[in-house]
């Protein structure tokens, strides 16, 4: 069972490989992909681009496309028909055929000529599509398509054109995904196309607000961009999922749209939820910042911090500070270092829907060793009948001094070779005076001192990143492919890249 899976994996692979190889024979390239003009009723403009071939010979024929928008923001490609989209008419290409050499770049030039009584945004596509009779289609043991879209968008300005958008809608439910979400429909109910933005505000029905966010279009998350431009009589869905929990009730929802050159639109909707709605997951009573605490300091210096702690619920709570050790017994715990100040209070009663803050002081000790220093401060949330609503932490840790010492030491080395399968482990402690983020080396030599492989550690547990003194992590990873023999094995421990310890020891495989 093993082999045929072995097989087919390089099948596939193979796969993979010669089609690449094959698309990277035959595609053709174009430059540039988009072109803007901004032209005046009559005006004749010329353009070019430039197609850049594959490594075989092409024939392609050039076709003029109209673009429709779809809801995501993105265009879809229909066969281009002048009575329906006049702009196709304004176009002229040189040549509707184009031979390609191997390795030879060519040029195609293209004329628009804008009719005197012309307004408004216009776009056309010319579609670099290869002829259907290529030789090397036959030839190839793939058959597949490489289409290119050349957009050229056309803008017309007129005295007194400005751009028009509508909210048609906004919305307040769950997506597919089951998680809440905000989602307006923006309708271009102009002639001239526009770059839009849009923010969404959700406030409780005592106007306290819960939550602001960017809602954007599907084509515009794909591009890590919060703007989309929408074209002439085209509809956009722009949406953004909430983070905060949304309970039974009445809400105030605001969408605020940016188009055009400063154009703003407002639409609001109250909207009323008979059911809750979350993210799947724990309930989250509060939320809080700063997650976790984390400072610089000299030994005997003060540092201060404000933390936020906001209620999600819909009713009044109680929220009880307390401190904790990340380890019983530990040496370097921060309660024994110094002394910890909560001003504002540990224990604070948040209406529902609001805020309080309180004032984390820490001083340590003067004599206080150079190193890292943690605890954490637990925060157990009570409903108004003292009920226990869930419990979270803020993780701290102050990093005293400097010139912190750095060491680790391999507790436990196994090894063992099963079926031709090779696993490498080892426990792994921090002696360093800090946490480290340890990564482990392995360099397996031959009597000659040649290396044979160099293998990567994985933690076989989960840990945060963070290895504390003192603390140990076991890691570990297979391999396969060394042939029997006496090996040396070279451990090389670093933190963040840096190397912090190097050991030995060796393995026989048999």
């Known amino acids: 069972m093993i082999r045929l899976k072995n097989i087919i994996f ?118 670099i599509e290869p002829l259907d009779n290529q030789d090397n ?14 957009r050229i968008n056309i803008n017309i300005d007129r005295p007194g054109q400005r751009p028009r958008a509508e909210i048609v809608n906004i919305y307040l439910e769950q997506n597919e995904e089951g998680i809440p979400e905000i989602s307006a429909l923006i309708k271009n109910t102009d002639s001239i196309n526009f770059i839009a933005s849009a923010e969404a505000t959700l406030r409780d029905k005592n106007n306290r607000l819960i939550e602001k966010l960017d809602i954007i279009s599907e084509i515009a998350a794909r591009n890590n961009s919060l703007a989309t431009r929408i074209y002439p009589s085209s509809e956009v869905i722009f949406k953004g999922e909430l983070n905060q929990p949304l309970y039974p009730g009445d809400y105030n929802l605001q969408v605020h749209l940016r188009y055009g050159d400063n154009l703003q639109l407002i639409e609001r909707k109250v909207i009323t939820l008979k059911e809750e709605l979350r993210r799947s997951g724990p309930r989250r009573y509060i939320s809080y910042e700063p997650e976790i605490i984390s400072k610089n300091l000299r030994a005997g210096s003060p540092t201060t911090q404000v933390i936020e702690i906001n209620n999600l619920y819909n009713e009044k709570i109680k929220v009880k500070i307390n401190r904790e050790e990340v380890v019983d017994n530990f040496d370097y715990s921060i309660f024994n270092t110094g002394e910890l100040q909560l001003r504002g209070g540990e224990e604070l ?51 005293i001094g400097e010139g912190w010492k750095y060491n680790a030491e391999v507790e436990r080395f196994n090894f063992i070779n099963d079926n031709g399968v090779q696993t490498f482990s080892l426990n792994l402690k921090n002696l360093s005076s800090i946490h480290i983020n340890p990564a482990v080396l392995l360099v397996i030599k031959n009597d000659e001192e040649q290396i044979i492989k160099t293998i990567n550690l ?3 547990e989960e840990y945060d990143n963070k290895l504390l003194p003192e603390k140990t992590v076991s890691m570990m990873q297979r391999t396969t492919g060394i042939e029997p023999g006496n090996y040396q094995v070279e451990i090389i421990i670093t933190d963040n890249g840096k190397e912090i310890k190097k050991t030995a020891t060796s393995v026989d495989i048999n």
């Not at 809801?71 to 390609?100: D, F, M, Q, R």
């Not at 954490?376 to 979270?392: G, M």
């Open 349 to 399: 009663v948040i209406n529902n829907r609001n805020s309080e803050r309180l004032v984390f002081i820490y001083r340590s000790i003067r004599d206080a060793v150079a190193g890292g220093y943690y605890g954490k401060l637990k925060l157990d949330v009570y409903s108004q009948e003292d009920k226990l609503l869930e419990t979270r932490n803020i993780n701290l840790e102050m990093l």
């Open 137 to 150: 289609q036959n030839n190839s043991f793939f058959n597949f398509t490489v289409r290119y879209a050349v």
């Open 10 to 127: 390089y099948i596939n692979l193979l796969f993979i490989i010669i089609l690449i190889l094959t698309l990277e024979a035959a595609a053709v390239g174009v430059r540039p992909m988009i072109f803007e003009f901004d032209l005046d009723p009559g005006e004749i403009k010329e353009f070019e681009f430039v197609l850049t071939p594959g490594e075989q010979r092409q024939n392609v024929e050039l076709n003029l496309y109209t673009p429709t928008q779809n809801l995501t923001g993105g265009l879809n490609y229909n066969l281009g028909n002048p009575e329906i989209n006049p702009v196709l008419n304004w176009i002229s290409l040189e040549s509707k055929e184009v031979i390609i050499p191997a390795s030879q770049e060519q040029v195609v030039s293209g004329v628009i000529q804008v009719p005197y009584n012309a307004s408004g945004s216009h776009t056309a596509i010319i579609m």
């Open 458 to 460: 994985s933690p076989s």
